[in-house]
């Protein structure tokens, strides 16, 4: 095969797959036993996508070669296939995903003692969407399943392999927020903010002259405390 038509061959099979292709596979499938030949055909094509500003490209990963889109055309082709293309995952799954990814073969008794609950619900959906796969059993007592990441995890995330991942040291911990508390943001929150309450040891008393009578006393204008007023007398006329 000569190499122009091989090289037409490599991107036909890169563009149609669904699962991107290791270097051995592609090598047996255009007939080529040469790795370093076909691997060099691939990176011609990678260059030439980059070259003319294609929306397309040739990435490596999972340990393969697959054709993808770029990150700037993501929006354009959500519309053309909707939800059909999201994955969505809850807060629970993607914890379990983490730990799995970075503590790997782990055992579900060994997840659930790092994240403090049950992750029965979350290891059936990550198995379901195949981002996590048994890979084996821990020798101790009860052989529990170990755990690992699949070949779709690696797809799904863009990296080429788990070494890959980024460091543990490299993350960070999130800034605590601090809510405003300006008169402003109560106001704009159609809420009023509360009084703070008098200062220990401050007296809290209302003026002299506006303060009530204390029981059993008699105000200006009041009957004696405990007693009725009078009635009034008619006139004689």
């Known amino acids: 095969m000569e190499t ?33 030949q076909v691997s060099g055909l691939v990176q011609e094509l990678k260059q030439e996508y980059e070259a003319r500003g294609a929306g397309i490209q040739v990435l490596e990963i999972a340990e393969g070669f697959q054709m993808a889109t770029k990150p700037a055309q993501a929006p354009f082709v959500r519309k053309l296939y909707a939800d059909k293309m999201t994955m969505k995952l809850s807060t629970a799954a993607l914890e379990t995903l ?63 392999s788990i070494a890959d991942l980024p460091s543990m040291d490299s993350f960070t911990p999130a800034e605590t927020s601090h809510p405003d508390l300006s008169e402003e943001a109560w106001q704009e929150a159609g809420s009023v903010p509360a009084e703070p309450p008098p200062e220990a040891g401050a007296a809290a008393a209302a003026p002299a002259a506006e303060a009530a009578p204390a029981p059993g006393a008699a105000g200006p204008e009041s009957p004696a405390f405990g007693e009725a007023p009078a009635e009034e007398t008619p006139s004689e006329g």
């Open 4 to 36: 122009a038509e091989l090289k037409t061959t490599i991107e036909t099979l890169l563009f149609i797959t669904e699962q991107p292709i290791p270097l051995p596979r592609l090598c047996k499938l255009v007939g080529v036993k040469d790795l370093a």
């Open 98 to 160: 983490s730990i799995v990814a970075y503590k790997q073969p782990i055992t579900r008794a060994e997840i659930e003692q790092i994240r403090g609950v049950e992750v029965i619900a979350a290891l059936e959906t990550l198995l379901e969407r195949r981002l996590l796969k048994v890979v084996g059993r821990k020798e101790t007592v009860g052989r529990p399943l170990l755990y690992g990441t699949t070949p779709d995890f690696l797809r799904h995330f863009g990296l080429k």
